[in-house]
């Protein structure tokens, strides 16, 4: 759930893209398309900020201001294929929705510019930039690593993240209440409910005395959520023993690694990557018979899906 907090930090730095986009927008478009521009964004940021807001927009004709139609540049870090994935396609209908209820058709009211990384972030920095020179209005970041390369690439386009661990530390917001410059956007639940998991598991397995924690060291959620599980295990009386995967490709020896260590559990701290392989990790989980949790309830229906398909085997 999104906090109030968030929500706010949403609002008042699309209020803020208003002012930011008459000083700097115009210098490269001209001060009539930082008039259009403004219109989009306002109109796409209540898809985020204030979803209630629909009924005050109108239905948007060549925004732009230059014969076309504005152009929404998404940047993410999964697959083309994942848009049609019966894994992953619920959370692209879910953005078409939001946009469609402000009257944003694909194709008829705006376009969208697709840039996948294929789990290869080093080439994030390269599609930001090209989203950049495609001259998009607006740039959708789906997590932290693609907003830090879009942050990178512009500072005058209006960037929106989705679910950051810490909109702050990454440099993203000045503050939640006042975010300032050209990115807005939602964060994540607070280090807090990583501790709660812990005592989450050791309900479910009572004799839990060793958990594995994973993490992905190129994101930035470990930053928090770690030192706060660390200290969990503590109260609770558990060993923990720290392991890394930057990819869904490592994920097998990675295991393979925790198996050796004799864990009994695993708990995946809050990543992009893990949630876009949440089901190669359930198979995993299941296949080394570890007790897994994670920050959403995705990864529960994940093990949900692996252990019917055994049972119906």
């Given amino acids: 759930m999104v906090s109030r907090a968030s929500r706010l930090a949403c609002a008042s730095c699309w209020r803020r893209f208003d002012r930011f986009s008459t000083s700097q927008a115009g210098d490269r478009r001209g001060p009539h398309a930082t008039m259009n521009r403004r219109a989009f964004v306002t109109g796409f940021g209540a898809v985020l900020a204030a979803p209630g807001a629909a009924e005050a927009q109108q239905t948007p004709r060549d925004l732009s201001g230059r014969g076309r139609l504005p152009r929404v540049g998404y940047l ?6 994942d848009r049609t994935s019966p894994r992953f396609s619920y959370l ?6 939001g946009l469609r209820e402000l009257g944003y058709v694909e194709g008829q ?3 969208i510019e697709w840039k996948f990384a294929e789990q290869r972030y080093e080439r994030l920095p390269e599609l930001a930039s090209e989203l950049v020179r495609l001259g998009v209005d607006i740039i959708f970041a789906t997590a932290d690593q693609t907003a830090a390369a879009a942050k990178q690439a512009t500072m005058t386009i209006p960037i929106v993240f989705n679910a950051a661990a810490d909109p702050v530390a990454s440099g993203f917001a000045l503050s939640l209440s006042h975010p300032s410059g050209n990115m807005t956007g939602l964060a994540q ?5 990583t501790g709660k998991r812990l005592s989450f598991l050791k309900e479910a397995v009572p004799k839990l005395t060793s958990v594995a924690i994973l993490l992905n060291p190129h994101g930035t959620y470990h930053v928090e959520h770690l030192p706060v599980a660390q200290k969990s295990a503590v109260t609770f009386g558990l060993r923990v023993k720290v392991f890394e995967a930057i990819a869904p490709a490592r994920f097998q020896s990675v295991f393979v690694a925790i198996a050796n260590h004799r864990a009994q559990a695993l708990q995946l701290l809050p990543d992009s990557t893990f949630y876009i392989g949440r089901q190669q990790l359930a198979e995993l989980a299941l296949r080394h018979q570890l007790a897994m949790i994670g920050n959403r309830a995705e990864y529960a229906r ?6 019917r398909r055994q049972l119906e085997l």
Avoid: E, K
Wanted: aromatic share 8%.
């Fill in 302 to 307: 994940a093990g949900a899906d692996v252990i």
């Fill in 76 to 81: 993410g870090s999964g697959h083309p294929s």
């Fill in 189 to 193: 639940p607070g280090p807090q409910a």
């Fill in 92 to 97: 692209f209908d879910s953005f078409a929705s």
């Fill in 109 to 111: 009211a705006m376009t």
